[in-house]
């Protein structure tokens, strides 16, 4: 909750100080919970649920949407009668199959520490069964010669006794784009010898415990593929229905919403069925 307040804080705080066309965040709470707290939400899709437990969590999932909802309120009142608010979620949520089928997650700023990785100058994303580590300098040879470096240490750490790779190391580049990151990911000899709890050693002698880092993580949500979309202001219809929408039709759409052409070679379409008939008109 804490965390949702901070976000919309930051963000009202940005639309103050400066002229905002287009402002977009995430809130990431409803996803994490869900994944997490699905079990208490959905009792009666999954067996051996502790009523104590489900007493202590089962508003779990409710209150963290309610506490997003009344966040996305205080943005929505800084938007000005003109101005467009879109509401999107790629996924929904369904009770995960098997509980335990994600059962590890990434403690990275311990492992970091732990083989002698500086983390001041890096950003990181747990993602699955890895992270992303992106050197945080502009500086294109600065940033080359980071994940060259981050690159090799990662490829160098093995399992004990096995001397198997403990990871697989992506380093990637694409110039323009943003996109200059390494991709670590756990190998499958590493998530396979977590029960044995080895250690994952480099050649300086470094080494942390496999459990350590990679701690189990029950899952009791999963993602499901409807997802949702609201759009608001001028350019919409008050209380349309919108329909067989796809993540690639944001973009478009919004870039319509706000007078603007949009690109022939994106994968999406603006969602004109969503649009008055007087907009569409005004904006070939």
Request: contains cysteine; aromatic residues 8%.
């Amino acid at each position: 909750e804490t965390i949702g307040r901070l976000a919309t804080d930051v963000a009202l705080w940005q639309l103050r100080r400066s002229d905002v066309e287009v402002l977009a965040g995430v809130y990431r709470s409803t996803d994490r919970l869900s994944h997490a707290y699905w079990r208490y939400h959905e009792p009666e899709a999954f067996e051996g649920t502790d009523p104590a437990d489900l007493e202590a969590y089962g508003a779990t999932i409710e209150d963290i949407y309610a506490v997003v909802d009344e966040q996305l309120g205080r943005l929505r009142r800084c938007v000005a009668d003109d101005g467009v608010f879109v509401i999107v979620s790629d996924h929904g949520f369904r009770p995960h199959l098997k509980v335990h089928a994600e059962p590890f997650s990434f403690r990275t700023e311990t492992l970091l520490d732990a083989i002698g990785v500086d983390s001041g100058d890096l950003s990181y994303v747990n993602l699955g069964y890895g992270f992303y580590l992106q050197p945080l300098t502009t500086d294109e040879e600065a940033n080359a010669a980071r994940r060259s470096e981050l690159e090799e240490i990662f490829s160098s750490l093995t399992i004990e006794g096995s001397g198997e790779p403990a990871f697989l190391v992506t380093n990637v580049d694409e110039p323009g784009t943003g996109d200059d990151y390494v991709q670590v990911h756990a190998s499958k000899a590493l998530l396979g010898s977590v029960p044995d709890d080895p250690s994952v050693v480099r050649p300086n002698g470094a080494s942390i415990r496999t459990t350590d880092f990679l701690t189990p993580s029950e899952v009791s949500g999963a993602h499901d593929f409807d997802g949702l979309i609201v759009a608001c202001g001028p350019p919409f219809i008050p209380g349309g229905d919108i329909r067989d929408a796809d993540i690639f039709d944001v973009t478009p759409t919004v870039l319509a919403a706000l007078g603007l052409p949009v690109a022939n070679d994106m994968d999406g379409r603006p969602l004109v069925d969503a649009m008055t008939a007087q907009f569409v008109a005004a904006h070939p």
